[in-house]
T-cell receptor, first 114, second 109 residues
Framework: NAGVTQTPKFRILKIGQSMTLQCTQD?????MYWYRQDPGMGLKLIYY???????DKGEVPNGYNVSRSTTEDFPLRLELAAPSQTSVYFC?????????????FGSGTQLSVL | DAKTTQPPSMDCAEGRAANLPCNHS???????VYWYRQIHSQGPQYIIH???NNETNEMASLIITEDRKSSTLILPHATLRDTAVYYC??????????FGTGTSLTVIP
């Protein structure tokens, strides 16, 4: 059971480039989340989804886009990368009945924008 | 959703109980309290959660005051592997979990 898988683990971008952070889960969880964590800080919620075709903004959505075409996948898109987006990105999933709302996290993607 | 307040850091001697406090004075009646921890730069790990009764599992105990305005996470016999950042989160009827800055616990040999 792979759980929540994030790719890539590390990435360096130049200012203005774009990329997609991939997140997939094999636990049939309907809720999925994207967080970012700046050095020495807590996690900030970027976007979340309660099911395929449904997404909503969290605390810090500016500069990001998401889509949820399947239950398993929840990619995060960065358009026009900026140095302020240098961070560690975590994807998480949960299910109200399967996990009693407990979040399961991926191992993170460390992104540097130079 | 209610906000939480935690001390930024705490120390605990190995083998002793670690008591991590959390204030959530604006919590409402249907909001749960969750605790997670993050070791190094790994993804956070679920520890325990509760609504108003005290809870215990294999990892920890959660004590919630009668007025529900604060709670304490207890690690009964702290080990060096419990050194981590501990997050107290109040989750409401929405589906969002908002993490604060947490408490950095250092277990001292």
């Amino acid at each position: 059971n792979a759980g929540v898988t994030q790719t890539p683990k590390f990435r360096i971008l130049k200012i203005g480039q774009s990329m997609t952070l991939q997140c997939t889960q094999d636990m049939n969880h309907n809720y999925m989340y994207w967080y970012r964590q700046d050095p020495g800080m807590g996690l900030k919620l970027i976007y979340y989804s309660v099911g395929a075709g449904i997404t909503d903004k969290g605390e810090v959505p500016n500069g990001y886009n998401v889509s949820r075409s399947t239950t398993e996948d929840f990619p995060l898109r960065l358009e026009l990368a900026a140095p302020s987006q240098t961070s560690v990105y975590f994807c998480a999933s949960s299910h109200p009945r399967i996990t009693n709302e407990k979040l399961f996290f991926g191992s993170g993607t460390q992104l540097s924008v130079l | 959703d209610a906000k939480t307040t935690q001390p930024p850091s705490m120390d605990c001697a190995e083998g002793r109980a670690a008591n991590l406090p959390c204030n959530h004075s604006t919590i409402s009646g249907n909001e749960y309290v969750y605790w997670y921890r993050q070791i190094h730069s790994q993804g956070p790990q679920y520890i325990i959660h509760g609504l108003k009764n005290n809870e215990t599992n294999e990892m920890a105990s959660l004590i919630i005051t009668e007025d529900r305005k604060s709670s304490t996470l207890i690690l009964p016999h702290a080990t060096l592997r419990d050194t981590a950042v501990y997050y107290c989160i109040v989750r409401g009827t929405g589906n969002q979990f908002y993490f604060g800055t947490g408490t950095s616990l250092t277990v001292i040999p």
